[in-house]
């Protein structure tokens, strides 16, 4: 271990230092203010798609027992072909043949 080197020269400093009354410092001053006008910024809107005409959003509530008939036939197109295959597909294919819905 190494012999402490100016322990008494430090110990003379830290007590100055404690005893020295602190000196307040004078405070800065602040910039001017300057101001500046600055425009608001706009976007661009990107413009809106036109819709279909022959379409209209529709909201459905459906029976339990319907839904879950829906929901399975959807499952088996899904795993049948690869692809995710919603339930609303299948409302709609069944809409479109006609058939029960």
Known sequence: MKKPQDVADLA??????????????APA?????????????????KPRKDRKETTAPLLL???????????GEAVKRTKATGRGVSIQQVIIERLSEGGRA
């Open 12 to 25: 003379a400093r830290l007590t100055t230092a404690v005893t020295t009354p602190l000196v307040a410092a």
């Open 29 to 45: 001053e602040a910039p001017p203010v300057v101001a500046i006008a600055v425009e608001p910024v706009t976007r661009a809107r």
């Open 61 to 71: 509530r459906l029976p339990a027992t319907l839904y879950n008939e829906f929901d």
